[in-house]
C-alpha cells in the first residue's frame, strides 16, 4: 500500500481531501438528522448502504483490483458490520434529539476510548500525557453532558456510546487479514452493513415517498465520497497532519445546524468541545512521537 507520498505536494493533497472528506461525512449527517424526522435510524442505514454498495464496489476494483474484492478472513468484516451498524444507529437516534454540534463533539472522545481500550484491555503502553489527554477529554463530556442539572437529558449519552462502539471498530480493523487493502475494508464494511442491516429493517420499514429519494441518495453518495477521500488523504500524507482536521466536522456541523434549524450551541457544549479537541489532538501528536 502507497502512504505518504509525493513530499509536501502529497501532504497539501492530503490535507485538501481531508477537509473536503470531512465535509461530505457533516453533509452525510445533516441528512441522516432531516430523514429521521421520518424514518428509522436502521431504514435510513440500510438504504445509504444499499445506494452506497455500487460505487464502493467500484472504487475497491478500482484502486485496489481484483484483489481488493476479496477477503481472507470474512468474519471479521461480519464482526466490524455489527459495530458499523451499532455506531450508525446510535448516531443516528442521538441527532434525532440533540443538535447536530453537540453530538458531533460527543463522537471525538472516540480517539480518547481507543486509547483506553488499548492500554487496559490490549496491553499497549500509554504514556503520562496521554492519559492526561484522555482525562481531559472525559472532563470535557462532563460539561457538555452536564450530569446532574437540569440541562441534563439521558440522550446524552448516545453519541458517548457511539464513541466507544466506534472505537471498538476501529481497533477492530486488527482482525482483518493483513494481506487486505483499505479499499477491501471500504467494500466489506459497506456490504455487511446493508446485509445485516436488511434482515432488521423490515421490523422498522416505512414506504418511502417520492420527495425524499434524493436525499437518500445524496446521503450516500456524500458518505461514500466522504470516506474515500478521507482514506487517500491518509494515504498521501501522515496522520499526524490529517487527523486533527477531522475535528473541522464541529464547524460544518455548528454551521449547518444553525442554517437548517437554527442549532446555537450554548457556552459549555463549545468549552466542553474545545476541552474534547484538545485532548485529542494531544493524543494524536503524542502517539506520533511515539
Known sequence: MQTNSGGVQGHAVGIALMCAGVA???????????????????????????????????????????????????????LRGILWIGATVLFFTSIMHLGLAEATALIFVAPLFITAISAVFLGETVGRYRWLAVLAGFLGVLIVVRPGTSSFQLVSLLPVATAFVYALLMLGARWVDPRESVWTLLLYLTGMGALLSALIVPFVWRPVEAHDLWAFVAIALFGTAGMTMMTQAFRLAPAVVVAPLDYTALLWATALGWLIWQERPDMATLVGAAIIIASGVVTIWREHKA
Open 24 to 78: 461530505c461525512l457533516s453533509i452525510n449527517d445533516a441528512l441522516a438528522k432531516v430523514l429521521t424526522e421520518r424514518y428509522s435510524p436502521l431504514q435510513i442505514l440500510f438504504l445509504r448502504n444499499l445506494i452506497a454498495l455500487p460505487f464502493a464496489l467500484a472504487i475497491a476494483w478500482r484502486m485496489g483490483g481484483t484483489a481488493a474484492l476479496r477477503s481472507h478472513r470474512p468474519l471479521a468484516h461480519l
